[in-house]
């Protein structure tokens, strides 16, 4: 869990009784979507109305309120959707400021939380907390606020434990996200799925509103009974990542020459992998072997495993020397 105190924009004026009743007229809208939906909406929080307004009483939309600054903070943003994703929690950042109000994101996956927490660095008068149940948490939830008003950590994330038995019935991560998918609820509502030792089931992060509703609802995982019950955070079972690190030094930070040193396999292979869809960056599909690669960077290979790209530094011959965090 993690806070930052950031600077954004103020704005005074007023906007017509037109633009009010408007705005009340799409939060009404809004309200009647069904728990079905899409996992792009933001639909746990309070919405407030769809403008900010200028000190010359000319109301305008969030997006052309932070247009440039999200312009240029989401240029080197590779995937559209993260794009997208992350302009709608700086519009929703922007109505906290404005009204002084405390609103809370759906979990949101890495390359978004990313992104948004960098993008959140332009606005001022905001306080922004991160909570996904534990500190390694990949899937968080964002509450944004005026720092008067955000002046503790909401309760915005629970834990429930799935157990059953498991002895003769292997399982993995995507037996339990597709069990709790089958239920109805959304990904967005979901956090990590931690996999417990000894064949003991998981422990999994949700937004509170669902806990009475997963517990009476799920009931099966592949063929196998099981019980669903909320625990403490404190409760929940998680080791740290074992990781191994080492360098590499590569003449380009092309994601085929990095990735074929992570992972000690051939550039071509590598190449093979990234052009058939088998390779993410950040958690987003990558099909261009000429990818540069950053620090902070992490790329998954189907059946390989995952990679961190670490410190990059440059060589006096004119290449780079990278360091590659591998996870076991």
């Given at each position: 869990?993690?806070?930052?105190?950031?600077?954004?924009?103020?704005?005074?004026?007023f906007c017509s009784q037109a633009f009010a009743r408007r705005s009340v007229l799409q939060f009404e809208s809004l309200r009647s979507i069904h728990l079905r939906t899409n996992p792009s909406n933001f639909r746990i929080f309070p919405l407030a109305a769809p403008?900010?307004?200028?000190?010359?009483?000319?109301?305008?939309?969030?997006?052309?309120?932070?247009?440039?600054?999200?312009?240029?903070?989401?240029?080197?943003?590779?995937?559209?959707?993260?794009?997208?994703?992350?302009?709608?929690?700086?519009?929703?950042?922007?109505?906290?400021?404005?009204?002084r109000e405390v609103l809370h994101t759906d979990f949101l996956t890495p390359p978004v939380l990313k992104e948004s927490m960098l993008a959140l660095e332009k606005f001022s008068d905001i306080k922004v907390v991160s909570q996904g149940g534990y500190p390694e948490a990949e899937r968080c939830r964002l509450s944004v606020g005026h720092p008067e008003v955000l002046t503790s950590d909401p309760d915005i994330v629970a834990a429930l434990s799935i157990s059953g038995n498991f002895g003769f019935?292997?399982?993995?991560?995507?037996?339990?996200?597709?069990?709790?998918?089958?239920?109805g609820i959304v990904r967005d509502k979901l956090g990590d799925i931690i996999i417990l030792e000894g064949e003991k089931g998981a422990h999994i992060l949700v937004v509170p509103e669902l806990v009475d509703f997963?517990?009476?609802?799920?009931?099966?995982?592949?063929?196998?009974?099981?019980?669903?019950?909320?625990?403490?955070?404190?409760?929940?079972?998680?080791?740290?990542?074992?990781?191994?690190?080492?360098?590499?030094?590569?003449?380009s930070l092309r994601l085929?020459?990095?990735?074929?040193?992570?992972?000690?396999?051939?550039?071509?292979?590598?190449?093979?992998?990234?052009?058939d869809?088998?390779?993410?960056?950040?958690?987003?599909?990558?099909?261009?072997?000429?990818?540069?690669?950053?620090?902070?960077?992490?790329?998954?290979?189907?059946?390989?495993?995952?990679?961190?790209?670490g410190e990059i530094n440059s060589t006096r011959k004119g290449k780079f020397a990278v360091e590659l965090i591998k996870f076991l």
């Open positions: 869990m993690w806070i930052l105190r950031i600077s954004a924009m103020a704005a005074t004026g403008f900010t307004s200028s000190a010359s009483g000319v109301c305008h939309s969030p997006t052309q309120a932070v247009k440039g600054e999200t312009d240029i903070v989401l240029k080197g943003a590779r995937d559209k959707d993260t794009v997208e994703d992350v302009k709608r929690v700086l519009e929703m950042a922007n109505r906290a400021s404005l009204r019935e292997p399982y993995s991560h995507g037996d339990f996200l597709g069990a709790i998918l089958g239920t997963l517990a009476s609802s799920l009931d099966k995982v592949r063929n196998v009974s099981v019980t669903c019950q909320k625990i403490p955070l404190l409760a929940l079972e998680y080791q740290p990542p074992r990781t191994k690190s080492f360098k590499a030094v590569e003449a085929d020459s990095v990735g074929s040193a992570g992972f000690k396999i051939s550039r071509s292979k590598m190449a093979n992998l990234i052009s869809g088998d390779v993410r960056v950040n958690w987003a599909s990558v099909t261009k072997s000429n990818t540069t690669v950053r620090t902070g960077d992490i790329i998954s290979v189907s059946g390989k495993g995952r990679l961190k790209i």
